[in-house]
């Protein structure tokens, strides 16, 4: 039994695709997928980041060649021709797609009542809506004909709490739950499913918060960030005043999850909206 077991979590012969920055928790899920045999093509606007990552992930193939294999592929998925020909590199390195991951979301905070809210609305749609809806829609040609697909979007619990400057952050990507609902009822004929992980406090998240609109880091489709250790305790420490159960999300327990549902035991998991967030909501 624990043989079997063992060999549903192995994902050889597969290949995933991974669109955002190298956060810590998409670092996480690329290395926890890798490590199960799955080739993986991480796709970000930053090559030069993406590269050495993947070039990471391919030294320790070399050390254990039950590793999966890593691309970088440099792509602005708010072009639709980007998306296209990043969904097509990916297939070709590889020989084919069977599972879609989207970890490229914005962090961005700025109070819905100030002035210059909605200045910066038609980015925020690109990057937390528009840019996986026309993956999903570039991938599914590959997931379908291989009969095994998994459609997988990230995205942040927190904001679904109703915390104070976040809305347009939950109103850009909260939509992603009520589409993956829908449109797994359409690939379900197809063995492909879809569902949305939601994650709790993260490293990045609390980094946001502490960075108001316009600081370096602050902005832009994979914005690298610098980590400021107090401002992130300090952020944590307020936002326990109204959810004392908040802690950090530990990035390879997301990982651990992203790999159930992309490998054979996560068949009948789609539709869903699954939280990873230690019991915040």
Known sequence: MADNMDASFKLSERTALLTGPCTTINQA???????????????????????????????????????GRAVAIQADLSKSHHVQDAASR????????????????????????????LDDIDRLI???????????????????????????????????????????????????????????REVQVSNVTVNVVSIGVSEEFLIQQTNPPGAPGARGQGAATTPNKASIND??????????????VDPDRVANLIAFLSSPLGAAMTGQTIAANHGLA
Do not use: W
Request: glycine residues 8%.
């Open 235 to 248: 952020s944590l420490a307020t936002l326990k005043q109204a959810f004392p159960r908040a802690s950090m």
């Open 126 to 184: 690109d990057v937390n809506l528009r840019s996986p809806l026309m993956m999903t829609h570039a991938v599914l040609k590959f997931l379908e004909g291989r009969k095994r697909g998994r459609i997988i979007y990230l995205q942040h619990d927190i904001v679904r709490l109703g915390i104070e400057k976040n809305g347009l952050l939950a109103a850009t990507r909260g939509g992603l739950s009520d589409f993956a609902r829908t449109l797994a």
């Open 29 to 67: 899920i690329a290395t926890k997928l890798t490590s199960l045999g799955c080739n993986i093509a991480l796709v970000d606007r930053n090559i030069e980041r993406s590269t050495r990552f993947a070039e990471q992930l391919m030294n320790e193939r070399e050390i254990n060649e039950r590793y």
């Open 90 to 117: 990916a297939a070709e390195s590889f020989g084919g797609l069977d599972v879609y991951i989207d970890g490229l979301m914005t962090t961005d905070v700025r109070e819905f009542r100030e002035p210059t809210a």
